[in-house]
């Protein structure tokens, strides 16, 4: 079965072009937003991430993970946990990440933990802007869970609209694991319409004039908060 044929259908478009619905969201107005983007490796979410950033309207939750930084990455990008000591038993030593980075969720994917302080939330929720948490499946469902008392946790899942080329950007680029990762990410896209909130395509190739389809999935993510804010 076509992973994509299952989520870019006729019944799941929006008003919105690249926008597909996913699990039902009613915006309750008398709650602040908080997004949670997610979505599979090599699908783009980190990019559409910074394009958000730079309206200056977002707080960036801040994860953490023990995996090695790669080649021209941010160092701001996380928290970067300790490596694990020479014959520290790899148990005991996930336990302490857990308590010295006080993580309030977290979870071990892709042979690495990744985590959210609890700071990182506190930052958020006193920036006064809208809190922007780029993570995954498990840990967007449990903030979303925790958190509804004080917030209206919308999740948006960034999907290739090819599959070809998410698993060229996953096995010759520099993320670890590539195998393990090709695995989750189709995993995840299965997922996707009964995890997230609204589907968003990111395009390979242009589909308006005069724009990527990269810009056009920006433009796309753009109106669907900045019309619920």
């Not at 309206?55 to 694990?84: C, D, L, V």
């Not at 006064?128 to 004080?150: Q, R, V, W």
Request: proline share 6%; hydrophobic share 30%.
């Amino acid at each position: 079965m076509d992973l994509l044929s299952q989520i870019f259908t006729t019944e799941r478009e929006t008003e919105i072009p690249l926008i597909y619905s996913g699990r039902r969201f009613v915006r309750n107005s008398k709650k602040p937003l908080f997004v949670a983007l997610i979505g599979p490796s090599g699908a783009g979410k980190d990019a559409i991430k910074e394009r958000l950033l730079h309206t200056g309207k977002f707080h960036h939750i801040r994860t953490a993970t023990n995996r090695q930084m790669r080649e021209n990455e941010n160092p701001r990008e996380y928290i970067w946990m300790r490596s694990r000591y020479e014959n520290e038993p790899e148990k005991p030593y996930l336990r302490s990440l857990i308590r010295q980075y006080d993580l309030f969720e977290y979870n071990y994917h892709y042979g690495n933990m990744y985590g959210t302080p609890l700071d990182s939330l506190k930052n958020a929720i006193t920036s006064k802007k809208i809190p922007l948490y780029c993570s995954e499946n498990k840990g967007a469902l449990f903030l979303e869970k925790t958190l509804s008392e004080l917030y209206d946790v919308m999740i948006i899942f960034i999907v290739p609209d090819s599959l070809e080329d998410m698993e060229k950007r996953i096995t010759h680029g520099s993320r670890n694991n590539p195998t393990t990762r090709l695995i989750e990410s189709r995993e995840k896209i299965e997922q996707s319409p009964q995890v997230a909130h609204y589907l968003v395509k990111n395009p390979s190739n242009p589909v308006e004039y005069g724009k990527s389809g990269f810009e056009s999935a920006v433009h796309a993510v753009k109106r669907l908060i900045f019309t619920s804010v």
